[in-house]
């Protein structure tokens, strides 16, 4: 197969040239040009070709020999191409035989990527891995929450999108997690300032809730010039603690030295539809009701809720839940006819221009969008300011300022929570029409419900009456001031801050179900102040030796403070005032934390081949003991370009080996008093402030740093003239000392202590295959692939622990004291296992029954991890004159989900797997206590009810998928039809993205649903639709 391929490699072209112009086609007054084509180094180089000049389609190619036969005019000029390698225009001038060599196009020995603080360097010089996505593929893929667009792009980086909307968080989690109970997401930096990505709210796994964002979200993708991928310690040492998980290093565009001003035009209007998973997987035979009846009134029409163990669908009148007799017969599109298409229209203008000495770049944006919930929608405003000056020839600055005003109506909310549309449109029995209930209130101003249970809210009064809205404004700014005393020694500082002040308000209306509604107002500011002084030296020493040195300190604050105030039952109806309310309550949160270091860089070259590199870093945190606060964490490269060094084979353009070994470390964000005794006011007793410890948890003040050591080797080739480019990274990374929560005994008067006590390590393999399939004058296929594997697993935990329960949901909506599934961590296996109870099973593994009839519940078990240890992006690009088509496919294998959705649905039988047994019972396969076959019938409410609550493996499934992610078709206007209307380029793509699922084995839902972008992944509860999306890009430069 490699064979082929790479035959296929070179041969593509010659295929190409033998449809368009065979040599037999030429003129035959032409005379013979023949010659030999080699490299710099004298290698024949076959598969070059060998072009006319101002003749499209006569042509040809060198063969294995590097020799080339071609009929041309006396006065041709003859075009040498070939990847890899520089275009060189020869004139044939009357002779019969020319020979040529072509020179070496360099690209790869003088790529260029940003590292830490902001430093290009050169990739060769590189002793780990490191991603470059360009700013375009973030402009094409139209995100709202630009991380989202890194899907499928990076190897060994997996992304989640939590199913909450348009407007939610995004969850990047680079070679697996790191800890258990810390943060486990890399460091976003902009422009050398690192970026608040702070989450303002999620869902909880109990009772769900609104996402509220996140940091990373605000980014306006036209302004991002480039994003690098740090992966892991070795490549993000230089950050400290805060980079132990890796870094995305994000460069923002910025002017250009031109005549006049330049003006550049980002139009985008992008269609989302939700995706209705679930259609196909209800049963639509049987109706409202239970124990095989259909209600006779209202009455038992409200009791019955959601319960679909009615009688079969026979298009017969029937009483609803308002009194409403309507056809028993079913209604099949309760999701469409609720959610409604949402769209987004972005707007990008920008201003750029300069000098030699001065640069300006100034950017305003405006994005509207409405997501498919219904009365839900974001505005967003950003505006970005990037300068350049070059003071004189010594002193350099450049500055950047970006303002984002974000303003939100009604987020959508997940899991089985009384906020979550989703409850009373997946759950609403067969036979029910979701439009019945648009009235949402009735003629008392009461909330319209279609169930006795007051949590099944009707999803129209959440929309409209039930009020969430949050503004949000934010300012990043940073500024780079450089130095130069000589050409080789300077002084940079850099400085930079990151803050928002975010406003929330959520009320439950007058006539809720919710006696008396409630609300609660917020005010809460994010601030960091980073500042950095750098003292550098950059200089070949001798003509085989480069050094490139520096040392620096940083100072880093951060503040988040938090003003809420909320009340319930309000005394004048529908005015809505924490003031208005009967019983009021208020708190103020206050968070500081600071981080002192010092580090050092030093990279040595020798003759452009080898490089090593070593750094440090010594962090101080505020947040531990001055006995334990202070970590050290050193790192060390090596990177071997053996292409530089030896004598390779001709079809070996370049080759690199490296290697990299780190520590790094953090205090797991345990808090600004985590080791302190804190203390609550406010609570009445007997008419008095009761004041009392807050804690539950006994501060720990011998707490350590959390240690992360991390080491890599990887391979880096081009083949074929750079025509095939293959990466090769394993890794190994293995984290102490985590700081994890103990259980003690409750007579201490606390519950748990802080101890560091977890150990978990990380292996695992990326690949990165690219490929130039065939490349013409006016025609290419370049191609991407790249793949994933890590594998986790848990070392130890606290003495004595095999287990801890990470998180766990909730038994059951009608809290009738199911078995609840467990996200747990556990010695010898991977982070994030799925635990719950699955059948009871005899030696032979046949299922037991007691003497009703019901599947025994066995002990909890294993049940499979919840996050997925094989990640793929396949990415083809390809190119017809001014044509350009792009097709994005990524796919995730091994993990695994449990579905509340499916499990509800089994409940309320609505899937279409409680149909068998409706009308004759079920008899379960399998064997009584005795061991005897068994043979009693239970009604199908009965049992499939029984497994709901108690088998929870039955709903836990196989969250692989491969989804065809993006497809992009573009085309740039001709020249000469652009400068008719005074522009210099415009370009028109169309977009689609999330186009279909390939593969998946999850019913109902989206095998990506989750509600949560923590540690705890692989829960999934009445999720908020994902959605597919069309859209038209225009691009315009004037």
Known sequence: ?????????????????SKTAPETHLVIQDSPVTGTVTDSKGNKLPGVSVLLKNQAGKGTTSNQDGKYTLEVPANAILIFRFIGFKEKEVPVNGRKEINISLDDDDVVLNEVVVTSFGIKR??????????????EEFTKARETNVANSLVGRVAGVNVTKPASGSMGSSRVVIRGNGSISGPNQPLYVIDGIPLVNANFGQ????????????????INPDDIESMSVLKGGPAAALYGSRASNGAILITTKSGKSQKGVGVEYNGAYTLDQP????????????????????????????????????????????????GIARPYAAVKNNSRNFYKNGNTFANTISLYGGSEKATLRFSASDLNNHDLMPNSSLKRNNFSLN??????????????????????????SSGDFSWNPNVGVQLLPTNYDVRNLDRRVDENGN?????????????????????????????????????????????????????????????????????????????????????????????????????????????????????????????????????????????????????????????????????????????????????????????????????????????????KLRTAWSQTGSDSDIGAYAQSLTYYF??????????????????????????????????????????????????????????????????????????????????????????????????????????????????????????????????????????????????GKPFGIIEGSGYKRDAAGRIIYNDKGLPLEGELRNIGSSISPYTLGFNNNFRYKSFNLGILLDAKFGGKISSGTNNLAYLAGLSKETLP?????????????????????????????????HIAEEFVYDASFVKLRQVVLGVNLPKNWVKKVKMSDVSLSFVARNLFTLYKKVPLVDPESTFLTGNVQGIEMLSVPATRSFGLNLNCKF
Request: charged letters at 20%; a neutral charge.
């Open 917 to 949: 047994g409706r009308e004759g019972g079920i008899v379960g396969p399998g064997v009584n206590e005795q061991g005897q076959p068994n043979t009693v019938n239970v009604p199908a409410q009965e049992y499939y009810s029984w497994v709901a609550n």
């Open 122 to 135: 050169e990739k060769r010089a590189l002793g780990y891995a490191v991603t470059e996505v360009k700013g």
């Open 387 to 412: 300068g350049n000056l070059k003071a004189t020839d010594k002193l350099t600055a450049q500055m950047s300022i970006q303002y984002v005003r974000e303003r939100v109506e009604n987020r959508p």
């Open 1 to 17: 197969m490699k064979i082929l391929f790479t035959i296929l490699i070179l041969l593509g072209p010659a295929f190409a040239w």
């Open 682 to 827: 406010g609570q009445q007793h007997l008419g008095q402030s009761l004041a009392y410890i807050s804690e539950s948890t006994i501060p720990n003040r011998l707490l350590k740093p959390v240690t992360s050591r991390s080491y890599e080797f990887g391979l880096d080739t081009r083949l074929f003239n750079d025509r095939i480019g293959l990466e090769l990274t394993w890794y190994n990374r293995k984290t102490t000392d985590d700081i994890l929560s103990s259980q003690i005994s409750i007579a201490s008067g606390f519950n748990n202590v802080r101890l560091n006590s977890g150990e978990m390590v990380n292996k695992g393999l990326e690949m990165m295959l690219s490929g130039t399939v065939f490349k013409q004058k006016s025609m290419s296929w370049d191609m991407s692939f790249n793949m994933g594997y890590n594998k986790n697993s848990i070392l130890s935990l606290a003495d004595g622990q095999q287990s801890i329960i990470v998180q766990q949901s909730r038994p059951g909506l009608y809290g009738d004291g199911g078995t609840p599934v467990y996200i747990k961590a556990e010695v």
């Open 275 to 322: 995706i209705f998973n679930n259609e196909k997987d209800y049963q639509y035979v049987y109706g409202q009701g239970t124990k095989g009846l259909a209600p006779k009134d209202m009455a038992t029409a409200l009791q019955a809720g959601t319960s679909n163990w009615g009688a079969r669908l026979d298009g017969s009148p029937v009483i609803q839940f308002d």
């Open 203 to 218: 869902s909880s796994v109990f009772y769900g809730g609104g996402d509220g964002g996140d940091g990373i979200s605000s």
């Open 447 to 655: 909330e319209y419900l279609v169930s006795s249970n007051i949590y099944l809210a009707n999803p129209y009064f959440i929309a409209y009456d039930m009020q969430n809205r949050d503004r949000k404004d934010r300012i990043i700014a940073s500024a780079d001031i450089k130095y130069d005393f000589t050409s080789y020694l300077y002084a940079r500082l850099l400085a930079g801050t990151d803050f928002a002040y975010r406003l929330a308000e959520n009320v439950t209306p007058e006539g809720s179900a919710i006696a008396n509604g409630s609300m609660r107002e917020s005010q809460r500011y994010d601030g960091e102040f980073n500042s950095q002084l750098m003292l550098g030296f950059k200089k070949n020493v001798s003509p085989d030796v480069s050094v490139d040195a520096f040392v620096g300190g940083n100072i880093m604050k951060s503040k988040v403070s938090n003003l809420t105030a909320s009340g319930s039952q309000f005394i004048v109806p529908f005015f809505y005032s924490v003031n208005n309310t009967v019983t009021q309550g208020r708190s103020y949160d206050l968070y500081r934390k600071q981080i002192n270091s010092v580090f050092a860089s030093a990279e040595l070259g020798y003759k452009g081949y080898l490089y090593a590199t070593f750094t440090g870093r010594n962090d101080w945190f505020s947040t531990l003991s001055r006995a334990t606060n202070s970590i050290f964490y050193p790192s060390a490269s090596f990177s071997f370009v053996a292409s530089q060094a030896l004598t390779m084979p001709s079809w070996l353009s370049f080759a």
